[in-house]
């Protein structure tokens, strides 16, 4: 578009600018084709490939939008799927709820909830008229109209099917679909937060996912939850739509988890199962001692595939150059996700480093992994990055808050207590969760975690976190003391690798990286 004439480009946005005037659009663009995207967990997802024109006209529109969207977010307080979060930020905030918890002794439960088809399901009229009530700017929310009511045409390889007229369903796809999603249901939830949160309950969504959590006492959670689950499960009949199979809920305790199904069915309410642990946003989350790290083993496993057919490649440099590149984007990628929030066992550590090492450029068996990777990715190592990671998601995910602040103070020497009752080699099964792991990582690198913001360096020297002159949701810069940090991590790593057979000498890191005179 931008190597257009300048005549071509301005004729092009006369044409933008008469289809949001009108809400029209022409009808090479209302026809849209849709794939089917495995998930996950199992099934298939319709996704449109939406003309340029289409997507380019939200894009056109993004100022709108983006003012839209600060007064939203300003009264959506519930809504986790705003700018500067992520899923992985959110789930990893979740997980540290459950922990400090489980680790102050307090009751709690959530109610994970899951609209059935959700986009598939959703009147178009009903949608477009609770975004249009939320001051959505109102010409996109045309365009949108025309391109979500038009045919439909489903794409398998080279093959496509008779065309269809959907009745339901908002354009899975579309780049406006994600925000009145979230208006349709902001009634409901604006609703729920009004009558439950006074009681204890929070409703927490990204986009169509929901989770009510309640802590407390087991008696005030059960009742408290169980009438917000039954007020959620009833506005959403109302808007027209089911819920999900798959909705179940966790706890602190299965008599707790007895007495909220008990309360839900006799107010009629819909049948939620019982799990030990559930997946939220990519990750897993349960009580303490009922998690079970299904989704997480099941990543590692197809990172580690993935890195032995990258092996096929030509055993040449060149190629085995490609193959770590392609591995480093695409394999570990896929593997630290939710991964480096917690992290990993040695044995784990050590079978994905291996992995990564067979495909260096000159690596053999025999010969020093730890070298070959710090040749090749020089400070990268992934013994080093994935526990720096869950330092780093530390201070981005709950440093930052008071109140995250405050419980972590609170549940710290619990949970150190715990981890540090047991001798080094054990001490990873003691890790469930963001304030284990990060004490786990402060002692492997052979520091001293006085307090979750004041840790002693092998060296001796302090590190503390100011916290009188933080500021409320902003970053903090720790850039000092993650450095140190790494740096005694790489000092533990070179320090094993010298005790191997002909090591001697590589104590601090290989020759052609250590200061010479």
Not at 8 to 14: D, M, V
Not at 99 to 118: K, M, N, Q
Not at 353 to 382: F, I, S, V
Request: hydrophobic residues 45%; aromatic residues 8%; contains cysteine.
């Amino acid at each position: 578009l931008m190597r257009l004439p300048q005549a071509a480009q301005s004729e092009f946005l006369r044409m933008v600018d008469a289809w949001l005037e009108e809400g029209a659009l022409p009808w090479q663009l209302v026809i849209m084709v849709m794939v089917l995207l495995p998930k996950p967990a199992g099934g298939e997802r319709a996704i449109a490939l939406e003309p340029f024109c289409v997507r380019l006209v939200s894009r056109l529109c993004g100022e709108e939008v983006g003012s839209w969207s600060v007064t939203y977010e300003g009264e959506a307080f519930w809504d986790d799927a705003v700018r500067g979060s992520s899923a992985l930020r959110v789930a990893l905030t979740r997980l540290f709820m459950d922990e400090t918890a489980d680790l102050l002794g307090v009751a709690h439960a959530d109610l994970a909830w899951d609209i059935d088809s959700f986009y598939d399901s959703v009147l178009p009229a009903r949608a477009l008229g609770a975004a249009l009530d939320l001051g959505y700017p109102p010409q996109l929310l045309g365009v949108c109209a025309v391109a979500w009511t038009g045919p439909r045409l489903l794409r398998s390889g080279s093959e496509y099917s008779v065309a269809v007229q959907p009745q339901r369903s908002i354009l899975a796809g579309d780049g406006s679909s994600g925000n009145v999603a979230k208006c349709l249901l902001f009634g409901l939830l604006q609703g729920l937060h009004a009558g439950f949160v006074p009681r204890g309950v929070a409703s927490r969504t990204w986009v169509d996912d929901v989770v009510q959590r309640a802590e407390g006492t087991a008696a005030g959670v059960a009742g408290a939850l169980a009438e917000a689950g039954c007020a959620f499960a009833s506005g959403v009949r109302e808007l027209g739509l089911t819920v999900a199979s798959k909705s179940c809920m966790v706890g602190s305790s299965s008599r707790l988890l007895e007495d909220v199904q008990a309360r839900i069915k006799e107010a009629g309410g819909p049948a939620l199962t019982a799990e030990r642990c559930f997946a939220d946003l990519g990750t897993e989350r349960g009580p303490e001692r009922h998690r079970r790290p299904l989704r997480r083993a099941k990543r590692t496993a197809l990172a580690l595939r993935s890195m032995r057919r990258l092996r096929r490649l030509p055993k040449t440099r060149a190629g085995r150059r490609v193959a770590r590149r392609v591995a480093l984007a695409g394999a570990m990628a896929r593997w630290r996700y939710g991964v480096q929030g917690v992290g990993a066992s040695p044995s784990e550590l050590q079978a994905v480093r291996r992995a990564l090492g067979a495909l260096l450029p000159g690596r053999t068996a025999g010969r020093c992994l730890t070298t070959a990777l710090a040749l090749e990715l020089g400070q990268h190592d992934p013994a080093v990055d994935l526990p720096m990671g869950v330092v780093r998601h530390w201070f981005d995910v709950v440093a930052p808050y008071e109140l995250l602040r405050r419980r972590a103070r609170r549940s710290w020497e619990a949970a150190r207590s715990r981890v540090l009752a047991v001798p080094a080699a054990a001490r990873w099964r003691r890790v469930r969760g963001m304030v284990s792991g990060v004490i786990y990582v402060v002692d492997l690198a052979g520091w001293r975690a006085e307090g979750p913001f004041r840790w002693i360096s092998d060296e001796g020297v302090p590190y503390e976190l100011p916290e009188a002159s933080l500021s409320e949701g902003q970053a903090i810069d720790v850039e000092d003391a993650l450095g140190a940090l790494a740096a005694s991590l790489a000092r533990r790593l070179w320090r094993r690798a010298a005790a191997y057979w002909c090591g001697r000498g590589l104590e601090g890191g290989c020759w052609w990286s250590q200061a010479r005179s």
